[in-house]
């Protein structure tokens, strides 16, 4: 027998998980939480094997809680169960310690076999939040230009020197090449002739 705590702002949403869980053998719900801070002090008090956990939430969010439980040393696994698939909503979650991140619109047997792996401490992804984490792992999000790197950028690609580059915004000589070396780094290249290729690429210079 798997016991639940099902954590989610919504009443009728935890009344429907609560009747889908309660109609199939093998599950037991022990409570229902609106958010993050009741979802803590029930997973202490009760215990259960799986949260049910929604992330977006009035007060303490589902993230919050999620790291709570982890400090507290709470064996507890999470399922995040939510709409949200996000990178600012799944990183943070399975950074906290999430077990796994399933969305809400996934079938019935699907959030039936999430709950027992999470229960078994096996890591449970829904297929677009893989995508996602797998596509963050493989390309790392690109670190945005400053206004006055690009700027210096648009200098570069119309041919300007660094001493032209300089004049033209009012700043030194040293500035400009401290600004190039910055902008290097955040676009991963090497020169001058690179970076604004790039730039076109990533459509940070118009044609």
């Known amino acids: 027998m798997i016991s639940l705590l099902i954590v989610d702002d919504h009443p009728i949403v935890r009344d429907g998980l609560r009747g889908i869980f309660t109609g199939e053998a093998g599950f037991e719900v ?3 939480a609106g958010n993050g801070d ?7 008090r009760l215990r259960p094997d799986v949260v049910l956990m929604d992330l977006r939430m009035p007060g303490s969010n ?3 809680a999620i790291a709570e439980l982890a400090r507290r040393g709470n064996p507890t696994r999470v399922l995040v169960l939510t709409t949200y698939d996000t990178d600012s909503d799944v990183v943070p979650a399975i950074e906290a310690g999430a077990t796994g991140y399933l969305l809400k619109d996934s ?9 027992r792996a999470a229960a ?3 890591s449970v992804l829904s297929p677009a939040v893989a995508s996602r984490l797998l596509g963050r792992v493989r390309a790392p999000a690109e670190e945005p230009l400053s206004q006055r790197e690009v700027e210096v ?3 570069v690609a119309r041919g300007c020197t660094n001493k032209e580059a300089a004049r033209k915004l009012f700043i030194s000589e040293a500035t400009v090449k401290t600004h190039l070396l910055h902008l290097y780094a955040k676009l991963g290249v090497k020169d001058r002739a690179a970076a604004v290729a790039i730039g076109y690429q990533r459509g940070l210079l118009q044609a």
């Open 30 to 32: 022990l409570g229902e």
């Open 38 to 44: 009741e979802a803590v002090t029930l997973a202490e």
């Open 62 to 64: 589902g993230v919050a």
């Open 107 to 115: 079938p019935r047997e699907e959030l039936f076999r999430a709950v």
């Open 120 to 122: 078994k401490g096996e």
């Open 153 to 155: 950028l648009e200098l």
